[in-house]
Each structure stands twice: as C-alpha cells, then as structure tokens.
C-alpha cells in the first residue's frame, strides 16, 4: 500500500469518528433536551436530599476535578419515589462544594414529576436547557468539521 493512500485511509476513518462522536454527542443532548422541555409541563413537588457525597471524579487527576452524588425522595400518589439528582456539572472542588452545600441531607427543594409516569422525576434546578444545547452545538461542529475533512478527502484523493 503506497504511504499516501495509508496515510489517507487514516485521516479518513479519522473523519469518520468525529462524525461518529458528533452523532452520539447530537443523540444524548437532543434527549436531555426533550427531558428538559417536557418537564415544563410536570407537575412540581416537593422533594428531599435523602444522601449526599463529594468526591473527586474518577479517572481525573487526583484533586482537580470533583463531582456531587445525591439522591432525592419525593411523593406523588401516596406512593414514596427515589431518583439521582445529582449535578451534571463535573469542576473544582470549590464547585462541588457549593453544589454538596446546597443538596445537603433533608434540605427541601422542588422537583418536577412525570404526570404519566410517577417514577420519572426531574431535580428543579436540572430545568436549564443550557448544557445540552451546549453539547448539541458541539455534536454538530464534530459532524460539520468531520463530514467535511471526509468530503475534501474523497475530492482530491490521495495526490
């Protein structure tokens, strides 16, 4: 196989991946979207931090990225449910902190529940639409950007 055409079949399935990752990264963000628009139209009530844990994130450096594990009860139909509403956000430890502060044990805040499904549940402060749009225009900068390596590589081949 001539070096230009190994090289090129590289950049290529490089293309590929970007694309590929770009279409995972659109999938999981257009889903929290959709999450985070229906939940507008759930019912609100009131929930309760039943635990809740710092901890540095796994595979990071030690001590530079931290994240916030919490679960929330909330009763809704005489029936008791338990659900994660734990940040998204992974950052400093000055973040998590702020974020364990306010999701401390029996702290009461609002959460939105599913009207057709009680066991679906959304902690209130989840309502942003900001970070899945986020990870939605990325997704599509991986597309745009390896969709079009891809069509530059097709076009002038391997010369």
């Not at 090129?8 to 659109?26: C, H, K, R, T």
């Not at 994660?84 to 702020?98: E, F, M, R």
């Not at 364990?100 to 639409?129: F, W």
């Not at 749009?133 to 069509?151: N, Q, R």
């Amino acid at each position: 196989m001539p070096p230009k055409l190994a090289g090129w079949i590289v950049l290529f399935v490089m293309m590929l991946a970007l694309v590929a990752a770009g279409a995972w990264l659109e999938v999981k963000s257009a889903t929290g979207l959709l999450t985070v628009y229906r939940s507008h139209a759930w019912d609100s009530v009131p929930c309760v931090v039943t635990s809740s844990t710092i901890s540095p994130a796994r595979q990071s450096v030690p001590n530079l990225t931290w994240m916030v594990k919490a679960m929330c009860t909330y009763q809704k139909g005489g029936q008791y449910y338990s659900f994660n509403c734990s940040p998204h956000a992974v950052g400093s430890k000055d973040l998590a902190q702020s974020q364990h502060a306010s999701l401390q044990i029996n702290s009461a805040h609002v959460c939105y529940v599913n009207p057709k499904d009680s066991s679906e549940a959304l902690y209130g402060e989840e309502q942003s639409t900001l970070l899945p749009l986020l990870f939605f225009g990325i997704g599509t900068a991986f597309i745009v950007l390896g969709g079009s390596g891809a069509k530059f590589l097709i076009r002038n081949g391997t010369s």
